[in-house]
């Protein structure tokens, strides 16, 4: 008998993926697919078909929050250029209702988030209750670029770790489940994307010439992303390091991610704050 | 031979639609089809073909919002509860990038928001360069349900229609185009709508018991759209009536008038603004 798409995880993405600290992160093949026995066709199917228990769980969110709840989800999608952060957004966060969905791109900050303190734009970004927040990068550059690019001494970024641990600790326990996915993408098919972003005039938006500069930097944002992993990987905001060379896979990774955060949250329908059969005797009388 | 499905728009719905002031309200048919000579399967059929230009359009205003480009678009969607504005967001917003999406459902003021004028939290939902934004509700409110429920005197709401007009052609002339749809539904459509939230235990969240007596004020609310529609309908920021008894229709008007909206702009790719073969050469050789 055929098995069904989802037997083909024989060990579930989050258990696959999740960050144990002192792994080794130069160990991780960007072209694996821990945990899916199947292959491109497979994930591509299972894909379609995790489409509507998704838009349901968020659907069920969006409702508790409409109805007074105050449980919400928010996905950190870090990772270098390329590493295909925007492509997770459109195929996988693109399956639920937008009306449900706060989502937010971290480029340099500007002149009034300069202003503040690293995590003002951060907090005012957080996903309202209901909503399903996501992250196009986030705080963690704060030790990623920040760190490679030395734009802040050494002493200042890593005081940042612990901040970081507590800031999410503090948005865990406001009610917000958070998967926090590190997109690891080989140097190798990093090139190759930026190749075609060079030789298709429809993605020439994509391509910056500081991406060929941040190639030159790929050992030490290597050893910025280790030390990410290894420091905040918490019991409460977990990171996922999922391979991104393969993006069927990557997209694949994050909705049983997704969907896992939000099964978790065991939500079903909110009951009725008013009187059902009055309401429908006023209703019949208006 | 058979008519291609955009052909049974014998009137695009832009022309259809769009609000010619001193018009009676109270004439237009929820049920009727301005425009559309096609049945529901038909209108379900062009809604799906329309996606892959919608998105692409969509995508152009991105790229041009992220190379510097200052344009915009601005759905603004009115309409009594039930009229359809969630499944327009979810239905046809749904069917771009996420990424260039900015959602703004707009309640009853918060404490923060009611200690600044109206338009402040409009002007902050505002849609940044390059992004569709989409207003469920919006500051026309403040001439309907602020009118309906004499929340202002009369003389203060009636300042605004000057107010709102002065605002959005501000809003125009920074770069964003604006589309303004009421979707109106007949009271009766109205009324099965709700009877079905009270039936289904899934949709209880989305019922009120304020709904009911919304139902009661009906004429002071046609009144209010009547008003509205002939006084803030310009050049720069039209509003389109569009009958919502048929939910297939109305998210087909406004899949075409969004369309409309995008292509006004006529955008084509960002030009690469580095030299094309000099990246080539960088990226071989990193």
């Known amino acids: 008998m055929a098995k069904k798409p989802e037997q083909l995880w024989t060990t579930p993405a989050g258990d696959a993926l999740r960050w144990v600290p002192g792994t ?26 995790r489409a509507p228990e998704l838009a349901d769980l968020q659907q069920r969110l969006y409702a508790h929050g409409r109805t007074g709840g105050d449980r919400s989800v928010l996905l950190v999608l870090e990772g270098l250029d390329t590493a295909g952060k925007g492509g997770i957004v459109r195929h996988v966060v693109g399956m639920v209702d937008p009306q449900g969905v706060m989502h937010r791109a971290f480029g340099v900050p500007t002149q009034e988030e300069k202003e503040h303190g690293y995590l003002w734009r951060v907090r005012n970004a957080l996903p309202r209750p209901g909503h ?41 326990a406001s009610g917000t489940v958070i998967v926090k996915v590190a997109l690891i993408v080989s140097a190798a098919e990093q090139k190759r994307r930026l190749a075609e972003r060079l030789d298709r005039p429809d993605k020439y938006w994509k ?73 429908k005797a006023r209703l019949a009388a208006s």
Chains 1, 2 share one sequence.
């Not at 990410?228 to 994050?254: G, I, M």
């Open 24 to 49: 080794d992160l130069s160990a991780l093949d960007p072209a694996a697919t821990p945990g899916w026995t199947g292959d491109r066709s497979d994930g591509e199917k299972l894909l379609a078909a």
């Open 207 to 279: 391509y910056d010439p500081s991406d060929v500069d941040v190639r030159h930097q790929l050992p030490q944002y290597m050893a910025a992303y280790q030390e990410l992993l290894d420091r905040t990987s918490t019991q409460v905001a977990p990171w996922y390091a999922v391979p991104a060379d393969r993006k069927w896979y990557a997209r694949l990774a994050v909705t049983e991610l997704l969907t896992g955060a939000l099964r978790s949250l065991d939500l079903g329908w909110p009951p009725a704050r008013f009187d059902v059969e009055a309401e």
């Open 132 to 172: 399903l927040g996501v992250f196009d990068r986030s705080h963690h550059e704060q030790v990623l670029v920040v760190r490679v690019d030395r734009l802040e001494p050494e002493k200042t970024w890593r005081a940042h770790y612990d901040e970081l641990n507590e800031f999410e600790a503090e948005v865990a």
